[in-house]
């Protein structure tokens, strides 16, 4: 006798998604070089206004851009955004005459709350994997039809090879295809090869989606 395919009655169930930015979400994509020069540049209007308006101190208003970088970029990316903050903290400090002290505490808060505020996205990066995982929001057509279509879903990461691991790995912490091949010592296209099974054993599509399995695949 054969089994019955298993449906999936269509209900209407609110998905976290439609509401949330999910960290981290420009990370791996095309547009993050132009959102961390976003952010450079919103952080440079700021030193501008800074060192034009010497009695008003505005530096506070820096911490906007560098949280719009600490949730979105990956870290290779916030850790340039996150320096040239530093070093345009370092300049107003060091030009600013009467309210110099008021603009250091000011660049000390930012930074901190900035740092705070990284880690609660890297924690919410964990407890959405761990929801994914649990209950994948996949599209209707990409939802399995049997009970063994499941298991393989599930067992995804586990199917994935040592070298697709490694390379994985590399492209969730938003390392170019170029820069995994020079630190695995592979040909670029041996290394968009193994992507390319990663992203069919992980039934993902793009590396803003693997960027966001970082925590499944172990990357700190």
């Not at 820096?62 to 600490?70: F, G, S």
């Amino acid at each position: 006798m054969r089994a019955r395919p298993i449906t999936r009655r269509s209900q209407p169930r609110l998905s976290y998604s439609r509401f949330l930015i999910r960290p981290s979400a420009a990370a791996g994509s095309r547009l993050e070089p132009a959102v961390a020069a976003l952010c450079i540049c919103a952080l440079g209007g700021v030193l501008l206004v800074e060192l034009l308006t010497p009695h008003i101190v505005v530096g506070a208003i820096a911490l906007l851009p560098l949280l719009a970088a600490v949730w979105l970029l990956s870290n290779r990316w916030l850790a340039l955004v996150g320096s040239i903050a530093i070093l345009f903290f370092g300049v107003g400090v060091t030009v600013e005459g009467a309210n110099r002290i008021t603009l250091a505490l000011a660049a000390v808060v930012a930074l901190l709350t900035a740092l705070i505020v990284r880690l609660y996205a890297r924690t919410l990066t964990y407890v959405l994997a761990s929801h994914d995982r649990l209950r994948p929001d996949l599209p209707s057509q990409a939802i399995p039809p049997t009970l063994d279509q499941v298991d393989r879903f599930s067992l995804g990461v586990k199917s994935l090879t040592r070298r697709e691991i490694e390379v994985a790995r590399l492209g969730a912490e938003g390392y170019t295809t170029l820069e995994i091949a020079n630190q695995l010592h592979i040909g670029k296209r041996t290394v968009e090869s193994h992507l390319a099974g990663a992203y069919s054993k992980l039934r993902i599509g793009s590396r803003a989606e693997l960027i966001r399995m970082a925590a499944k695949l172990g990357v700190s």
